[in-house]
């Protein structure tokens, strides 16, 4: 048996797979069992390398770190899908007044590194006498990246659709701004979840990059305390902790993209059901009459 791309595997193949996935999680096992001996003969899990987790000031300042992390993620989200959905539409445009500037946009800000951004906005510009705050700088610099990426996952969610939802909205009459804002580009927006949500999480992530402009986001008061000499510089304790934090929030946006994933695919169900039921309803009345 075949699939279009690869030979589906038989027996032997599968059992060799699962031979190789056991010796690859054993492997990951040891070598994670290795690091955390690693680390406790050396001393990185004493009571007094964590000492500071007792200190509410230090927690009020880990918290506080936290939501400014949530802070430039929640806005640069809201900022980057706002921005892709905008430029998505603007490259499938007929017109190349919009499409051609769109296109350069779109590809200039996907190829210039995130760090770059950031470093122009931030000490670049006040050069020129434009002077931004580090918050301004972390989510201007988050949304023109993530929102390019995300125009060509919105672009390439559209273009998936099928030929028939255009040419139904034009024969009721719609422009082509209507047909792209109300018919395609939420169907777009469904089919493209699970990308969406990840780039998300890429967006997440990237909001450590602050630290390095200054920007008193989570990592940032992190590598201060790390280097605390008051607490034996617990860096490493103090990694595992934000990463904990980091990764907690990750699994949240994954699981709020299944649950949503999960809760479309039941509501189109239900939607195709009713249909089908009035289909029939129909059939009955009119063999009645």
């Not at 806005?75 to 190349?96: E, M, N, P, Q, W």
């Amino acid at each position: 048996m075949t699939s279009v791309l690869f030979d589906v595997p038989g027996p032997k193949a599968r059992t060799r797979h699962r031979a190789m996935a056991v010796v690859g999680t054993l492997g990951l096992l040891a070598l994670i069992a290795f690091v955390l001996y690693r680390f406790y003969d050396s001393g990185q899990f004493t009571a007094k390398k964590w000492e500071w987790l007792q200190y509410e000031a230090i927690q009020i300042g880990l918290l506080e770190g936290y939501l400014a992390t949530l802070q430039a993620f929640a806005v640069a989200a809201v900022g980057a899908l706002l921005f892709g959905a905008v430029f998505a539409t603007a490259r499938l445009s007929d017109h190349k007044f919009f499409s051609a500037p769109a296109t350069a946009i779109v590809e200039f800000f996907r190829a210039v590194p995130l760090l770059i951004m950031m470093f122009l906005l931030y000490f670049g510009f006040p050069t020129i006498g434009v002077k931004m705050t580090p918050f301004v700088v972390v989510v201007i610099s988050l949304i023109l990246y993530n929102g390019s990426v995300l125009a060509e996952v919105f672009r390439a969610g559209i273009l998936s659709l099928p030929r028939g939802q255009s040419e139904a909205a034009y024969a009721l009459g719609m422009r082509k701004t209507q047909v792209m804002v109300l018919v395609l580009l939420p169907q777009a927006l469904r089919a493209m979840l699970p990308t969406i949500i990840s780039q998300l999480v890429v967006l997440l992530k990237d909001t450590a990059l602050g630290f390095i402009i200054t920007y008193e986001e989570l990592l940032y008061y992190a590598k201060n305390l790390g280097g605390s000499l008051e607490f034996s510089r617990p860096f490493v304790p103090v990694t595992i902790v934000v990463a904990v934090m980091y990764i907690a929030t990750c699994l949240l946006l994954t699981w709020l993209a299944t649950y949503l994933e999960k809760r479309n695919r039941r509501s189109s169900k239900v939607a195709h059901i009713d249909t089908k039921k009035a289909e029939e309803t129909v059939l009955v009345g009119d063999s009645t009459i």
